[in-house]
């Protein structure tokens, strides 16, 4: 039996992160959580985690900044940041995608759709992190 994918849930409002985190447990994820940019930054240091959903409204640090100094770190390079925003316009997507996130969702979050992308997204990190191991087994 596998272990369960992680999950950093980063947003800065607790009834956001509470009901996200726990939608996301109740479908078999582990979850980590953050207040903030800066403690996601911490959180992904400390937890490497599979995924992270990334608020980017968010008071101390914004969600865009977290997500280009995560980028930075090179064992991030290939983490799936999904972006999570009330403020889903053109010029905020644009931002989002540029730092280096791999989606951007509005809120109120269409769940069923979410929960689909990280299904396939994570599906797909797993499928690559498996080719690369075989690659590097057979030299």
Same mark, same amino acid.
């Given at each position: 039996?596998?272990?369960?994918?992680?999950?950093? *849930?980063? $947003?800065?409002?607790? $009834?956001?992160?509470?009901?996200?985190?726990?939608?996301?447990?109740?479908?078999?994820?582990?979850?980590?959580?953050?207040?903030?940019?800066?403690?996601?930054?911490?959180?992904?240091?400390?937890? &490497?985690?599979?995924?992270?959903?990334? $608020?980017?409204?968010?008071?101390?640090?914004?969600? *865009?900044?977290?997500?280009?100094?995560?980028?930075?770190?090179?064992?991030?390079?290939?983490?799936?940041?999904?972006?999570?925003?009330?403020?889903?316009?053109?010029?905020? &997507?644009? $931002?989002?995608?540029?730092?280096?996130?791999?989606?951007?969702?509005?809120?109120?979050?269409?769940?069923?759709?979410?929960?689909?992308?990280?299904?396939?997204?994570?599906?797909?990190?797993?499928?690559?992190?498996?080719?690369?191991?075989?690659?590097?087994?057979?030299?």
């Amino acid at each position: 039996m596998s272990t369960p994918s992680t999950i950093l *849930v980063v $947003d800065d409002y607790a $009834d956001n992160r509470t009901l996200l985190s726990a939608w996301l447990r109740a479908k078999g994820y582990q979850v980590i959580e953050a207040k903030d940019g800066r403690e996601g930054l911490l959180q992904a240091a400390r937890t &490497k985690p599979d995924l992270i959903l990334m $608020d980017l409204a968010m008071p101390v640090l914004d969600g *865009v900044e977290a997500t280009r100094q995560i980028r930075e770190r090179h064992t991030f390079l290939r983490t799936p940041i999904f972006a999570i925003s009330a403020y889903a316009t053109h010029d905020v &997507k644009a $931002d989002a995608l540029a730092a280096g996130c791999n989606e951007v969702f509005a809120k109120p979050l269409d769940l069923e759709s979410l929960l689909g992308k990280i299904q396939t997204t994570l599906a797909h990190a797993g499928t690559t992190q498996v080719t690369r191991k075989a690659a590097a087994s057979s030299m």
